[in-house]
T-cell receptor, first 111, second 121 residues
Framework: KNQVEQSPQSLIILEGKNCTLQ??????????LRWYKQDTGRGPVSLTI?????NTKSNGRYTATLDADTKQSSLHITASQLSDSASYIC??????????FGAGTTVTVRA | GAVVSQHPSRVICKSGTSVKIECRSL??????MFWYRQFPKQSLMLMAT?????????EQGVEKDKFLINHASLTLSTLTVTSAHPEDSSFYIC?????????????????FGDGTRLSIL
């Protein structure tokens, strides 16, 4: 069973609207949680990284939250743009260097 | 920012061919690089960890004789898919850990290449 579960699997939003993606994890011990954006046919690009003591971090129109007690994270996209269409991957590190990847949420922004 | 270059970006070849994929860290030294495989609509799956100057560490279920990894320098790791078959068709992605950036262990950032789309006919 995957230790990182993301929802929804996919979503479609209109340009200019906001959306929130969810990530639940069971990885333990916990070191940090990262959100990546992966365009089709490209490698993942880091958006945010949060450690245990951080509960929110922003990168432009992207805001990630972390609740280490409930082992949940969210990624909020504000005022979506067409270029936001991509897969968003939640990645949890439980120690040393190994990363546990979620399956991603595919976001499609339509004009 | 840190850049990881992966080459080639796409390969189409016949069954039985061996294919080499290169992963380079362009502006930093990477003592550790990672190789992942990603099937459509699925998570990235770690195949192996490549350590400069030593043997790679393979994940369970990954055949080391089929997926040969060489990490000959601090900026280059290669993955060779030997005698590739259609079931090896996938998206292969490398990443490199930038030790100089700071942080400890798993907090060190990982930078990903743009991937290689391998299609075996």
């Amino acid at each position: 069973k995957n230790q990182v579960e993301q929802s929804p699997q996919s979503l479609i939003i209109l340009e200019g609207k906001n959306c929130t993606l969810q990530c639940n994890y069971t990885v333990s011990p916990f070191s940090n949680l990262r959100w990546y954006k992966q365009d089709t046919g490209r490698g993942p690009v880091s958006l945010t990284i949060m450690t245990f003591s951080e509960n929110t971090k922003s990168n432009g129109r992207y805001t990630a939250t972390l609740d280490a007690d409930t082992k949940q994270s969210s990624l909020h996209i504000t005022a979506s743009q067409l270029s936001d269409s991509a897969s968003y991957i939640c990645v949890v590190s439980g120690g040393d260097y190994k990363l546990s990847f979620g399956a991603g949420t595919t976001v499609t922004v339509r004009a | 920012g840190a850049v990881v270059s992966q080459h080639p970006s796409r390969v189409i070849c016949k069954s039985g061919t061996s294919v080499k994929i290169e992963c380079r860290s362009l502006d930093f030294q990477a003592t550790t690089m990672f190789w992942y495989r990603q099937f459509p609509k699925q998570s990235l799956m770690l195949m192996a960890t490549s350590n400069e100057g030593s043997k790679a560490t393979y994940e369970q279920g990954v055949e080391k004789d089929k997926f040969l990894i060489n990490h000959a320098s601090l900026t280059l790791s290669t993955l060779t898919v030997t005698s590739a078959h259609p079931e090896d068709s996938s998206f292969y992605i490398c990443s490199a850990r930038d030790r100089a950036t700071g942080g400890e262990g798993s907090n060190q950032p990982q930078h990903f290449g743009d991937g290689t789309r391998l299609s075996i006919l």
